[in-house]
């Protein structure tokens, strides 16, 4: 019995990660609107609550190793070691891919819980904690989802990717509640709602697809909040401050740009790490997918008025200052999503 008590204490420390944070809590005394569009946006949440329970198919079945996006968007295609794998290993490795994909879409949802549930106590204006709120509702739906999709149609989880790990912990543990938003809601849910739209396109599984219709929704308001929430906060910021600004936004985008694709799988696959990235960071097609990640956020930021000379620089030299003028509503609408 002793035996089985200190067993699952171990399991659970395995199990548990802690990190020490320390931010800045705001009362907000005053309950009258100040912050334009929020409490449309607040609105808006409430009326697109859903549950995920009963409004997804659950009984759908899905094939794990099945294309459940086509073979020929395989970045890997024209690699040694992946054209010798036979029909059998190809479809394994089909089947991990995804789950490893959908893996680091579940840890993500996990930090995206737990830093709306900090701009809740952090951000200084009552209808932002409103909304804050509603968005941790939203968050702790979509790592239910995701989870139960990986739990019990893909049955494989991968452990978070490291690069994705260090901005998230950087986001959460930061005591200024605009990095709050900066991390979450500008970088990474700038950059989830890109990748979560093109596996979208391309997901031939009807259960994936529609979970990922309901999960896009929510997430173009989220973006939203954080452009509102910011608008106009940085106009007339010390240089001084500015600048801590302005590193973290070229810190989080080189890491999210440069992060160490392909790594978990190569290691997995007995492959080479280093020719394996190499590979999916100079083929065309992973040019391409990694670089529009970032065509949300780099109008976001030019909103926000934080493509300063110093941030424009650096993403002229990562070949993403291209996007500055890209309409991400545009391509919302195209794909049926309007915040
Ligand atoms: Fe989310
Ligand atoms: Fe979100």
Redesign the pocket.
């Known amino acids: 019995m002793a035996g089985a008590v200190v067993n699952n204490l171990e399991g659970l420390d395995r199990e548990l990660e802690t990190i020490l944070t320390s931010f800045d809590t705001n009362y907000a005394w005053n309950y009258a609107s100040v912050k334009a569009g929020l409490g449309d946006l607040y609105e808006k949440a409430k009326r697109e609550q859903w549950n995920s329970t009963t409004q997804l198919a659950w009984d759908t079945h899905v094939e794990p190793e099945s294309e459940i996006v086509p073979d020929v968007i395989n970045p890997l295609a024209e690699y040694g070691p992946f054209k010798k794998l036979n029909e059998k290993e190809r479809h394994r490795l089909r089947h991990a891919q995804m789950a490893l994909q959908l893996s680091q879409f579940l840890h993500g949802e996990q930090g995206?819980l737990i830093v709306a549930s900090q701009l809740v106590g952090g951000v200084p204006w009552i209808e932002a904690k409103y909304y804050a709120g509603s968005?941790t509702m939203?968050?702790a739906r979509?790592v239910e989802v995701f989870s139960r999709y990986l739990r019990s149609k893909l049955e494989w989880e991968w452990p978070i990717n490291e690069s994705l790990k260090e901005l998230l912990d950087a986001t959460i543990q930061d005591s200024r509640w605009d990095f709050k938003y900066l991390g979450m809601q500008v970088m990474i849910?700038g950059l989830?709602m890109a990748a979560f739209g093109n596996l979208f396109q391309l997901c031939q599984e009807p259960l994936l697809k529609e979970l990922l219709r309901y999960v896009m929704r929510?997430?173009s308001r989220?973006v939203a909040f954080g452009v509102l929430s910011l608008r106009s906060y940085y106009d007339d910021m010390p240089e001084n401050e500015l600048r801590d600004r302005e590193d973290f936004i070229i810190y989080s985008s080189e890491l999210m740009k440069d992060r160490l694709v392909g790594k978990e799988i190569a290691n997995a696959m007995g492959w080479n790490p280093e020719d394996v990235k190499d590979l999916v960071l100079q083929s065309p097609a992973g040019q391409l997918f990694r670089s529009m990640l970032f065509q949300r956020i780099v109008p976001n930021l030019k909103k926000l008025g934080l493509l300063t000379p110093r941030v424009r620089e650096a993403y002229t030299r990562m070949d993403l200052i291209k996007f500055e003028d890209f309409d991400a509503d545009q391509a919302d609408r195209e794909l049926g999503f309007q915040a």
């Open positions: 995206a968005q939203d968050e979509h849910e989830a929510d997430e989220h």
